[in-house]
């Protein structure tokens, strides 16, 4: 745990600095608010999270396990530590507010002056953004069974657009939200992976090979409000391109079925700036040497890359499986400065956000990024999924693993994006080739994604 004693007594000692002396904390006055604002989009009736959290039983029901979970902030779900640039939406408490929820219940949960009581959120049951432009759902239901491990599951979606579209916000609406954790999307560019036959005896398909054409087009997790991109920014969606929905689906203890609605709803016309992604390492690092041998407490794998032409960063996102630890990407601008774009110091497969920037950032070229990814493969990592712990070579199933991270980026003036675009594509063959022809295992590996 990251946080010790130090921090919990820095906190305490502003939270009663911020109260006053003498003045206890009370449910209606400050706690309230906080949980209201923080926990209830999750914690609420049809959401995925175990018990609800909207009113003063519910919270003082469960107060003594808030007051551990927020100091350790591992609720609410946000894995990014404070960077060099604010994120949109950030779902973090501050230490003054995790120190409130440790005083009141040192305190005794008072509930407080009815009259400050604040109202218990409403929230919208229909679209969030209001209508999509376009509809789909499962061509079928996944039964997801009473309890068992969980299940990943990739659900293929024939979307039959006629022309390219461009993607400015995807929703979800789960039919048993409480058994989908969280799903990826992903634009298959040949229109064809909706005719993949299903694996056994419900629909899709498992592992996470789904072809050279695929794209990803961002998530949805537990509790995730949905967003449209900032600045009139979209998503390529190929014309004729199938939409891809990779579940993660988790046992409730009750046998569900589910079948989702999707909503995606698209710009009018083409952004004036293309969207790119810049990943370190590339190809999930297929050519970094990830062989993460057993019991290796931390793997290191770093790389960088050198913007070719000024672009503005947008947001930043993480990939591994179960094994990683830590994330961070920098770039060091061309006058010396480091910034961190992202830095996760306790990764949970579980909770992959995207985290997109309050303001766009200016990255000029010659920015040099660096990325860091950790891995414990130690029976001290919980999430290994092998105990006792087996070397861990680089791979599609979540027992494998891959990595990297990736910042979305646009170029600063649209002329650029080519060069852009063209270097990143270079970057990644030269990559490919070099490691290919030393390593005929890497070169079968590729043969067989490519193939797909
Ligand atoms: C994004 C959705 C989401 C938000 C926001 C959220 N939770 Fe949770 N919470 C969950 C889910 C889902 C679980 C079930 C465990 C899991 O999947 O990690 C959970 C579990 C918990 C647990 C039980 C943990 C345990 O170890 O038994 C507590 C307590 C909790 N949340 C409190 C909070 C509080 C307090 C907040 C706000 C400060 C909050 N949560 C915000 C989704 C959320």
Redesign the pocket.
């Known amino acids: 745990m990251p946080h010790g004693r130090p921090f919990l007594t820095i906190a305490l000692l502003s939270a009663l600095r911020i109260c006053g002396f003498g003045s206890p904390v009370t449910f209606n006055a400050q706690i309230a608010p906080?949980?209201y604002a923080?926990?209830?989009?999750?914690?609420r009736p049809g959401?995925?999270?175990?018990?609800f959290?909207m009113s003063y039983e519910d919270?003082v029901r469960?107060a003594k396990?808030?007051a551990?979970?927020?100091s350790t902030r591992?609720?609410?779900?946000?894995k990014a530590e404070p960077a060099s640039y604010a994120y949109r939406d950030e779902?973090r408490?501050s230490d003054q507010?995790i120190a409130l929820?440790q005083s009141w219940v040192e305190q005794g949960m008072l509930e407080g002056k009815e009259v400050e009581a604040p109202k218990p959120p409403a929230f919208n049951s229909g679209w969030m953004l209001g209508e999509p432009d376009l509809v789909v759902e499962m061509p079928q239901g996944f039964h997801v069974p009473a309890d068992g491990p969980d299940i990943y599951r990739n659900i293929p979606i024939q979307l039959g657009q006629d022309a390219e579209r461009w993607i400015t916000a995807i929703d979800m609406k789960p039919s048993s939200r409480g058994v989908v954790?969280h799903v990826l999307y992903f634009a298959d560019g040949t229109g064809k992976i909706h005719e993949r036959p299903q694996q056994g005896d419900e629909p899709g398909f498992s592992g996470m090979r789904l072809g050279r054409k695929t794209t990803p087009l961002g998530g949805w997790?537990?509790?995730?409000q949905p967003h449209f991109f900032p600045e009139g920014l979209a998503m390529n969606l190929p014309k004729g391109a199938d939409l891809v929905v990779q579940y993660h689906f988790?046992p409730t203890g009750k046998a569900e079925v589910e079948k989702s609605r999707i909503g995606l709803y698209f710009a009018k016309s083409a952004p004036e700036r293309m969207l790119a992604r810049i990943q370190i390492p590339p190809h999930y690092s297929l050519f970094s040497d990830l062989k993460i041998p057993a019991g290796d407490k931390d793997f290191v794998i770093r790389d960088s890359y050198v913007l070719p032409t000024d672009v503005d960063g947008v947001g930043v996102g993480a990939h591994a499986h179960y094994l990683a630890t830590k994330f961070k990407l920098t770039a060091t601008l061309p006058d010396g400065t480091i910034k961190t774009l992202l830095l996760i110091r306790d990764w949970?497969f579980?909770?992959q956000d995207r985290y997109f920037f309050k303001d766009l950032v200016p990255l000029p070229k010659g920015t040099q990024l660096e990325a860091e990814i950790h891995w414990n493969n130690s029976s001290e990592n919980p999430h290994n999924p092998s105990n006792p712990p087996i070397a861990v070579n680089w791979g599609e199933e979540s027992k494998d693993e891959m990595g990297s991270i990736s910042l979305i980026a646009v170029p600063h003036v649209q002329s650029d994006y080519p060069t852009l675009r063209d270097n990143l594509a270079q970057r990644d063959r030269r990559v490919a080739m070099e490691k290919m022809k030393n390593d005929p295992a890497i070169a079968m590996k590729v043969a067989r994604l490519l193939g797909d």
């Open positions: 906080i949980i923080n926990c209830s989009s999750c914690h959401e995925a999270a175990p018990f959290l919270v469960k396990t808030i551990k979970v927020t591992s609720m609410p779900p946000w779902r408490l507010q929820i954790h997790a537990v509790g995730a988790h949970d579980a909770w």
